[in-house]
């Protein structure tokens, strides 16, 4: 899972000591690792700490649209491997959690900010997942869009980002191809299976594509953040290689993909595709998606119903400690 | 829960005859809370067959603002290496 980037303009502060404004930036033009205790622009340590928490938030909320379908898998093979899958975006988000935590902001204060609404997650993850296809649908497309936009973040200069992001997209791959796997069963099964994958296809495709974010020209920040290194690829070309990549695995299954503007183009050794709209994407990033509302309400309350459990291990924690004293 | 839970570093050794080495961190109230969090964040692929847990707060590093002092006398001493010795050919095993 990923996040689409949704950063304010990073603008580097003038009060930033000059000396070490340069040779920050060029350990960084030299493709160096920027560690958590080495010296970075205020602007930096924002940027990064706003893209790391978003791309945590986004696999913690991403585990909801799909946890709601673990007790109706189609079978206790597709159970398990859900779960699986499910059990993996909760690490993904720790790892994430844990890196952003190394810039100085607390788990506390994020998970805060994400109850509260103040943070920002992934659009994808306010649309509703209607039938058991969307579960196919959501990993060969999400996880592939997260695919794509996580491999080059594997060389982001920021080197807790950059471990962790190995570490994703190692376990990424299988969610990518059980979703595959899901599309191309139905594809094969019933009139009703396949109208059901095709369906969930024209509802994900376009949000897919929105993963990327805003095209190059509304992207203010990327210019920066490449610079830095914190991103490699811009929006734009990232989305390109998508449909490009995508195209050819819809039609191996016989699914069409829902663009009446798509085709190839020689030429330019890609396909051309349509307009993505980008007003349904800015309202959703407003939180006007679908099911946001919902989707805060599950997290808030799975966060609430369960503090008993944290409150008891403080308990235990507490109830050692003094029984260490005491001996 | 009003604050964060202690910090522990996480060392997984991933096969015996490895040390273990660092992967990552995780929350937790106490020691043995750590080292489930840790199995259920960073082993579920048989990425390890041992685990240490060490509270971040123990940890004592370098300064990376003092790396010039701190390594680069090392730099200079490459009589250290073995190849900074010319041996004739024809001299072998060693």
Same mark, same amino acid.
């Given at each position: ?54 791309? +945590? ?40 959690? *844990? ?73 990424? /791959? ?22 059901? +994958? ?9 949000? @897919? ?9 509304? *992207? ?11 991103? %490699? ?5 990232? %989305? ?18 829902? &663009? ?18 980008? &007003? ?14 919902? %989707? ?13 459990? %944290? ?17 | 829960? /009003? ?15 490895? @040390? ?46 003092? &790396? ?23 001299? *072998?095993?060693?």
């Amino acid at each position: 899972m990923y996040t689409a980037e949704l950063q304010k303009t990073a603008r580097i502060a003038s009060t930033e000591d000059p000396d070490k404004l340069a040779a920050f930036e060029a350990r960084v033009a030299a493709d160096e690792f920027i560690e958590p205790k080495d010296w970075m622009p205020e602007a930096y340590r924002r940027t990064l700490t706003r893209q790391i928490s978003q791309h +945590a938030h986004s696999e913690i909320v991403g585990m909801l649209p799909e946890g709601n379908w673990i007790s109706r898998a189609p079978s206790l093979r597709r159970k398990a491997i859900l779960l699986a899958k499910v059990q993996d975006e909760a690490g993904h988000g720790l790892y994430l959690y *844990s890196a952003a935590e190394t810039l100085g902001t607390s788990r506390q204060e994020m998970i805060e900010a994400l109850h509260s609404g103040k943070a920002k997650y992934s659009t994808i993850f306010n649309y509703p997942t209607l039938t058991w296809a969307d579960i196919g649908a959501i990993g060969w497309l999400v996880d592939g869009a997260a695919i794509m936009n996580q491999v080059p973040l594997q060389r982001t200069s920021y080197g807790p980002y950059a471990r962790a992001m190995v570490r994703v997209c190692k376990e990424e /791959s299988f969610h990518q191809r059980q979703g595959y796997e899901i599309m191309m069963h139905l594809a094969a099964g019933t009139v009703e299976q396949k109208r059901m +994958a095709q369906d969930a296809l024209n509802r994900w495709w376009w949000p @897919s594509l929105m993963m990327f974010g805003p095209p190059d020209e509304n *992207s203010p920040n990327t210019e920066q953040s490449m610079r830095w290194r914190i991103k %490699r690829d811009t929006n734009d070309d990232l %989305r390109q290689k998508f449909v490009d990549i995508t195209k050819p695995q819809a039609d191996a299954i016989g699914l069409n993909v829902p &663009d009446p503007d798509l085709r190839w183009n020689e030429e330019k050794g890609g396909h051309d595709f349509g307009e993505v709209d980008w &007003d349904e994407f800015y309202a959703v990033v407003k939180g006007e998606g679908p099911v946001a509302k919902e %989707r805060m309400k599950a997290r808030r309350d799975a966060w609430e119903q369960n503090a008993w459990v %944290r409150e008891a291990a403080d308990a235990y924690a507490q109830k050692q400690i003094r029984k260490r004293e005491a001996a | 829960m /009003s604050k964060d839970w202690p910090l522990w570093e996480v060392f997984v050794r991933s096969k015996g005859g490895l @040390s273990h080495r660092h992967v990552g961190s995780v929350h937790a109230p106490d020691a043995e809370i750590a080292v489930r969090h840790a199995r259920d964040t960073y082993t579920r692929r048989m990425e390890g067959v041992s685990l240490w847990v060490v509270p971040s707060a123990q940890i004592i590093a370098s300064d990376p603002a003092e &790396d010039g002092p701190m390594f680069e006398p090392a730099e200079d001493k490459i009589y250290r290496h073995p190849t900074f010795y010319n041996i004739p050919d024809g001299i *072998s095993h060693i």
